[in-house]
C-alpha cells in the first residue's frame, strides 16, 4: 500500500508565489518518476510537471520558466515551486508516482490563483 500526502495549496494573488510538497509513505522500494497534474473546473486533467528519479524534468508549456519540480529521494518527497502564479494556474494539484509500474495518485490540493 502507497499514500501521497499533498501540502502547499491555498490562495495567492496572482504574481505570488506557492510551493506544493507530496511525501510518499508505505511499502515500497523505489519510486521512479514522480510528478504533479492538475485539474481545473470543467477540464480535462492535465500534466503540469515530471521529475525521474535521474533527476530528468519535464514541464508543460504553460508553465515553463515559472514553476519547478524537485525532489528528496530520502524522504520520497516531491516538490513543486511555482512563481508568479496566473490566475488560469488556479486548480486541483495532484501529486503521482510510479512504483513498479503501478501509478499512484494524491487526494489532490487546491491552488487557487485571485486577480
Known amino acids: 500500500q502507497v499514500q501521497l500526502e499533498e501540502s502547499g495549496g491555498g490562495l495567492v494573488q496572482a504574481g505570488g508565489s506557492l510551493r506544493l510538497s507530496c511525501a510518499a509513505s508505505?511499502?515500497?522500494?523505489?519510486?521512479?518518476?514522480m510528478g504533479w497534474y492538475r485539474q481545473a473546473p470543467g477540464k480535462q486533467r492535465e500534466s503540469v510537471a515530471t521529475?525521474?528519479?535521474?533527476?530528468?524534468?519535464n514541464y508543460a508549456d504553460s508553465v515553463k520558466g515559472r514553476f519547478t519540480i524537485s525532489r528528496d529521494n530520502a524522504k520520497n518527497t516531491v516538490y513543486l515551486q511555482m512563481n508568479s502564479l496566473k490566475v488560469e494556474d488556479t486548480a486541483v494539484y495532484y501529486c503521482?508516482?510510479?512504483?513498479?509500474?503501478?501509478?499512484?495518485w494524491g487526494q489532490g490540493t487546491q491552488v487557487t490563483v485571485s486577480s
Open positions: 508505505g511499502s515500497f522500494f523505489k519510486i521512479s518518476t
Open positions: 521529475i525521474t528519479n535521474g533527476d530528468n524534468t
Open positions: 503521482i508516482a510510479w512504483i513498479l509500474g503501478r501509478v499512484y
